[in-house]
């Protein structure tokens, strides 16, 4: 990841959680101290390893600007899992396992569809034949 993915990934999981000023202070604030840890001699992939996942980050920010407890703490593990200090466990969807994963699931619904249509077509003369005799016998 570089500085730009960052603070677009930042920037997007903020987005309409924060109020627009909130959102410019806070991605400014990291794109500073990126610059600034860079200029220092660190290199750029070895700052953001140090910050971390910047939805993690947005999560933090929105609830600690929310007004909620500040208290909930997020760690993702290596499954793709985030986890809380209670213990409770989301699936993490952004990372590859989340992308395969919902590639499979578009896979199996377009197969299902497909099935589907397929048993419909398979069936329609049979069903339109039923209407016609229906209409027939309805009208005598």
């Not at 939805?55 to 600690?64: C, F, G, M, P």
Request: glycine share 10%.
């Amino acid at each position: 990841m570089d500085r730009q993915t960052f603070t677009d990934e930042l920037g997007r999981a903020l987005y309409g959680k924060v109020s627009d000023a909130e959102l410019a202070g806070h991605i400014r604030y990291y794109e500073d101290y990126i610059a600034q840890e860079t200029a220092s001699g660190r290199g750029e992939e070895e700052v953001l390893a140090e910050l971390g996942d910047p939805r993690l980050i947005a999560r933090t920010i929105a609830e600690t600007s929310g007004g909620r407890t500040p208290r909930t703490e997020y760690t993702v593990s290596e499954d793709g899992y985030e986890e809380t200090q209670s213990g409770q466990r989301i699936y993490n969807l952004s990372g590859w396992r989340g992308k395969l994963l919902m590639c499979g699931l578009l896979l199996l619904i377009l197969l299902i569809l497909v099935i589907v249509f397929h048993i419909v077509v398979a069936f329609l003369p049979i069903l339109l034949l039923l209407g016609l005799v229906g209409w027939i016998v309805r009208r005598r």
